[in-house]
C-alpha cells in the first residue's frame, strides 16, 4: 500500500505562485508514476500534470501549460507542482496520484489532496 501526502496549499494572491508536494511513503517510489489532479466541490476532477517514474518525461494539458510544470526528487519521495500566474478559477482540492502498472495506466493510489485557494 502506498500512502500519499500533499502539502504546500493555502491561500494566494491572485498572480502568485505556489508550489506543492506530494510526499510518498513507499521504498520503491522510484518505480511509480505521479500525476497532479485538482477538483472543486460539485465539480469533477481534473487532470493537471504527470511525470514519469524517472522524471524523464511530464505531460500536462494544453490548458496548464506554462502556467503549471511538475518535478520530482527520487531520493525525497517526493513529487512537486509548480504553479504560476495563480488565478481565482485555480483554486480547487489538489490530489496527487500514483502508479506502478506503466505510463498511461489507471492511477492506483491517491493522496486526501490538499487545498489551495487564489483570492482576488
Known amino acids: 500500500q502506498v500512502q500519499l501526502v500533499e502539502s504546500g496549499g493555502g491561500l494566494v494572491q491572485a498572480g502568485g505562485s505556489l508550489r506543492l508536494s506530494c510526499t510518498a511513503s513507499?521504498?520503491?517510489?522510484?518505480?511509480?508514476?505521479m500525476g497532479w489532479f485538482r477538483q472543486a466541490p460539485g465539480k469533477e476532477r481534473e487532470f493537471v500534470a504527470s511525470?514519469?517514474?524517472?522524471?524523464?518525461?511530464?505531460y500536462s494539458p494544453d490548458s496548464m501549460k506554462g502556467r503549471f510544470t511538475t518535478s520530482r526528487d527520487n531520493a525525497k519521495n517526493t513529487i512537486y507542482l509548480h504553479m504560476n500566474s495563480l488565478i481565482p478559477e485555480d483554486t480547487d482540492v489538489y490530489y496527487c496520484?500514483?502508479?506502478?502498472?506503466?505510463?498511461?495506466?489507471?492511477?492506483?493510489?491517491w493522496g486526501q489532496g490538499t487545498q489551495l485557494t487564489v483570492s482576488s
Open positions: 496520484a500514483a502508479s506502478d502498472d506503466g505510463w498511461g495506466s489507471p492511477w492506483k493510489y
Open positions: 513507499v521504498r520503491t517510489f522510484s518505480s511509480y508514476d
Open positions: 511525470i514519469r517514474w524517472s522524471g524523464a518525461n511530464t
